[in-house]
């Protein structure tokens, strides 16, 4: 069976550049979340999807951030600008529904300069 | 207070060796308990889930405290691919979305 999908897998930018990340959850997988993780620290959860519905985006910088799933499958993340502080890995993870297992994609390596 | 936090590392410890990790949780409404593994520059995997009454899969052994708030990761006869992050994981509760909550994790370096 086919994982979580994420691309690109590196992206360096400079600060105030656009940039956006994409996700493929597994098929069937109903639930989609993005987390950030900077180094040295766990992954925190920027935003979670039902389907095409937001469940909770209450720590996404919404000033900057902004997500997508449209079709309730593929998923975007995109920053606007992006500062130096969004340097992070972009995980992208998936679950069939509720409390079910979450399944990682290998995760977007952000650099901002 | 940070939701959940655990030990300060590095472990480095010898092929062979016992070793645990420990955690704490602020929510005590939290529903569900996991360790997770991080290789490094890798995504994090479930390792196993945590309940009260204790759990072991085959030299990990996790043991949940809900009256303390504790939940802890024991390796026994640690191996070099033991070698990782560990990542204590909380789900506050059913009515957070599901979401999983991280701590920072703790670096174990399983040495010949």
């Known amino acids: 069976e086919a994982g979580v999908a994420q691309s690109p897998r590196y992206k360096i930018i400079e600060k105030r550049q656009s940039v956006a990340f994409w996700c493929n959850p597994i098929?069937?997988?109903?639930?989609l979340y993005w987390y950030q993780q900077i180094l040295g620290q766990g992954p925190k959860l920027l935003i979670q999807?039902?389907?095409?519905?937001?469940?909770?985006d209450s720590q996404l910088p919404k000033d900057r951030f902004s997500a997508e799933r449209l079709k309730g499958v593929d998923s975007t993340l995109k920053i606007q600008p992006a500062k130096l502080e969004d340097s992070a890995v972009y995980l992208c993870?998936?679950?069939?529904?509720?409390?079910?297992?979450?399944?990682f994609g290998p995760g977007t390596r952000l650099t901002v300069l | 207070r940070k939701e959940v936090e655990q030990d300060p590392g590095p472990f480095n410890v010898p092929e062979g060796a016992t070793v645990a990790f420990n955690c704490t949780y602020s929510n005590s409404a939290s529903q569900s308990f996991f360790w997770y593994r991080q290789d490094c520059r890798k995504e994090p995997k479930l390792l196993m889930s945590?309940?009260?009454s204790g759990n072991e899969d085959g030299r990990f052994t996790a043991q949940l405290n809900r009256a303390s708030q504790y939940i802890s990761l024991l390796i026994r006869d640690s191996k070099l691919s033991d070698s990782a992050t560990y990542l204590c994981v909380v789900r506050p509760s059913r009515y957070s979305g599901y979401a999983l909550n991280f701590g920072k994790g703790t670096s174990l370096l399983v040495t010949p």
């Open positions: 999807f039902q389907n095409n519905g937001v469940v909770d």
């Open positions: 993870a998936s679950s069939l529904g509720g409390p079910d297992t979450q399944y």
């Open positions: 098929s069937g997988h109903a639930t």
């Open positions: 945590v309940y009260s």
